[in-house]
């Protein structure tokens, strides 16, 4: 069965500092994709990225960028210059592309809290 | 366009009454989930439809739980005689064909059984 680790319950940093956010996974399929979640107070959780387990290709998007590693089976979330407004709950998911029927398999999320 | 939404967002039952939640996914999404999210967890998968079909229900905690999606659009997640177990959030979530990995999702109903 599949799971996701992210050690990291709570986070505070200052706004403006860098902040990462660990994602362990384990599976023992080769194709999957993985996800990161950001669910605000409001408690919707919106999609920031989708990750396919063939392509290792770092990714950046504005202060967000995401790094996977598939040797160390790890999809880590790195915010450059936090703000206040990036304070919420991450969640890292992962779904199996084969048999998996489409369902999200979560971790624990990581509650970040950025002050001035 | 409009999102996933939910009703009602906020339920308060005795332990032992039934409820009933609602969702409306985005118009034209075919697949359509349920989540569970306890306090301080992620979410965990209930149950999930393919157009009105239930294809997978394999998270469904007990037989109190019961879900359905008779024409295919509008999803109830029903449960029976509620515990105080039962206290979590109930996320939607759907997806369309063509990004079938991506679920959007509602903002959930929070449930509080007393």
């Known amino acids: 069965a599949q799971k996701v680790t992210q050690a990291q319950t709570e986070i505070s940093v200052v706004e403006k500092e860098d902040v990462t956010l660990d994602c362990v996974y384990e599976?023992?399929?080769?194709?999957?994709?993985l996800f990161w979640y950001k669910q605000p107070p409001s408690g919707e959780l919106v999609f920031l990225i989708r990750?396919?387990?063939?392509?290792?290709q770092n990714e950046i998007s504005g202060r967000y960028s995401w790094n996977f590693q598939k040797s160390t089976s790890s999809f880590n979330f790195t915010i450059t210059a936090s703000q206040v407004v990036d304070s919420a709950v991450y969640f890292c998911?992962?779904?199996?592309?084969?048999?998996?029927?489409?369902?999200?398999?979560f971790g624990t999320g990581t509650q970040l809290k950025v002050e001035l | 366009g409009a999102g996933v939404s939910q009703s009602p967002r906020y339920k308060v039952a005795k332990r032992g009454q039934d409820v009933a939640l609602r969702c409306d996914p985005i118009?034209?999404?075919?697949?359509l989930f349920w989540y569970q999210q306890a306090l301080g967890q992620g979410p965990e998968f209930l149950t999930y439809?393919?157009?009105?079909?239930?294809?997978?229900k394999s998270g469904l905690p007990s037989d109190r739980f019961f879900a359905e999606r008779p024409e295919g659009s509008v999803s109830t997640l029903k449960i029976q005689r509620t515990q105080q177990e039962d206290s979590a959030v109930y996320l939607c979530?759907?997806?369309?064909?063509?990004?079938?990995?991506?679920?959007?999702f509602g903002p959930g109903t929070r449930l509080t059984v007393t």
């Open positions: 998911a992962l779904i199996l592309l084969t048999g998996g029927g489409n369902k999200l398999t």
């Open positions: 118009s034209g999404h075919v697949s």
């Open positions: 599976t023992r399929d080769t194709t999957y994709y």
């Open positions: 990750r396919n387990s063939f392509d290792e």
């Open positions: 439809f393919q157009n009105e079909a239930q294809l997978d």
């Open positions: 979530a759907s997806s369309s064909n063509r990004a079938a990995y991506e679920q959007y």
